[in-house]
């Protein structure tokens, strides 16, 4: 399946609504219940504009359209990002995140893909890349 993929290729997109019932559902399945996260005046008390999601959520949601690409067919070995800016998540507008997967680099025997994850027009993860092997 590498030999079918090449660098600059674009093999995903997908944007995903998160809303704070999302991220009362993340808390709940992460057992991070840090007010930041669902509790404007606690999130302003510390200097925040507004509630975050977690950043664990959105690294979630970011190589969730890598692994649907992969299906069976193959396997992350390597994830990483750093977080350069965070999400902030209206009471009533919620926010989007929208992760578009491009291959990086092709070698004998892994991909390289690299994620572009935006939220209001900006990165909110940097170097995001995930390398998969394929079966």
Known sequence: MTA???VGETVA???????????????GASGDFNPI?????????????GVLAHGMLTMGLAIQPVLEFL???????????????????DAIAGADVTTAVVVGA?????????????????????KAQVQVVFD
């Open 4 to 6: 079918g993929l090449t």
């Open 13 to 27: 997109t997908t944007t995903v609504h998160l809303d704070r019932t999302s991220l009362v559902r993340y808390a």
């Open 37 to 49: 996260h669902f509790r404007d005046d606690i999130a302003q008390s510390v200097g925040l504009p």
């Open 71 to 89: 299906g069976t067919k193959g396997r992350v070995i390597d994830y990483g990002v750093r977080f350069t800016r965070p999400v902030l998540v």
């Open 106 to 126: 092709v070698m004998d025997d892994a991909v390289r893909f690299d994620l572009t994850v935006t939220y209001d027009g900006s990165t909110v993860l940097g």
